[in-house]
């Protein structure tokens, strides 16, 4: 087995390139998602939720680069079109949300989809002994997994 100067096999790379790449291409809809219902959310929780999503759009976008990032390291190039994401995404596309129940569903709708995408690729990384990539993803995952039940909470729903 060839291994790359971080220690991997050369053949597993492709995989974990192309598996964040979809990540990527997710979290770039969840973070358009999240700045759209801070621009448009109206009604009584107005100044909770603005704050709430502006925390949640600022977070994603560290997260965006992070993910970018660890593709370069593992020699890959990240999608960076909004075409290339929307090829890709998964993740269910917000529009005119403005409501505040409509727009914690769209975010809890998100997260799920992530978690999702964020499990598969933590296996296909445990199987190539990334532990970088593994690193990485058990963080998103355990913030995500608080995060989906707080606003699920604030739906007075269960997980």
Do not use: C
């Amino acid at each position: 087995m060839k291994l790359n100067s971080l220690g991997l096999a050369v053949d597993k790379v492709p995989t974990l390139i192309n598996e964040l790449n979809e990540l990527l291409a997710n979290y770039q809809i969840y973070y358009q998602n999240l700045r759209g219902v801070h621009w448009n959310i109206k009604g009584k929780m107005f100044f909770d939720l603005h704050a709430k999503f502006e925390e949640h759009y600022t977070d994603a976008n560290m997260k965006v680069d992070e993910i970018a990032e660890r593709i370069l390291t593992l020699g890959g190039v990240p999608l960076h079109t909004f075409e290339a994401y929307t090829n890709a995404a998964k993740v269910p596309v917000g529009k005119n949300v403005s409501q505040d129940e409509e727009a914690v569903k769209l975010v809890v709708a998100s997260i799920s989809e992530l978690l999702k995408i964020e499990r598969n690729l933590l296996e296909t990384s445990d199987d190539a002994n990334d532990e970088g990539t593994n690193s990485l993803i058990s963080d998103f995952i355990t913030e995500h997994e608080k995060t989906l039940w707080m606003f699920k909470a604030w739906l007075n729903e269960t997980i």
